[in-house]
Nanobody, 123 residues
């Protein structure tokens, strides 16, 4: 188990940028696939991006490709989500999640979750 703490959310105008960060506890961070999910009001939580632990490769939802970038620093136990060209439809609570040894980015694979951070994009 790892404890995850997100930061960096806030209010931004459409077209702007925000950077979310997630700090993880523990000594085996490099063994976890790290993901970002989001949940908008009245909608189900959805996948945004993930960094696969073994290869370091990144996976993105189609809705954020080309605008969002996930990165991780295994030495610092952190994963970040750089969000550019933000749209009002990106407004949601963003969650950091971790899955040990996982190759899948399905939500059910992730068993460690942060408390979430609010991102609001105004039009």
């Amino acid at each position: 188990q790892v404890r995850l703490v997100e930061s960096g959310g806030g209010l931004v105008q459409a077209g702007g940028s925000l950077r979310l960060s997630c700090a993880a506890s523990g000594r085996t961070f490099s063994l976890y696939t790290m993901g970002w999910f989001r949940q908008a009001p009245g909608r189900e939580r959805e996948f945004v991006a993930a960094s696969i632990y073994s290869s370091g490769s990144s996976v993105y939802a189609d809705s954020v490709k080309g605008r969002f970038t996930i990165s991780r620093d295994n030495a610092k136990n952190t994963v970040s989500l750089q969000m550019n060209l933000l749209k009002p439809e990106d407004t949601a609570v963003y969650y950091c999640a971790a899955a040990r040894g996982a190759y899948s980015v399905y939500e059910r694979s992730f068993d460690n979750w942060g408390q979430g951070t609010q991102v609001t994009v105004s039009s």
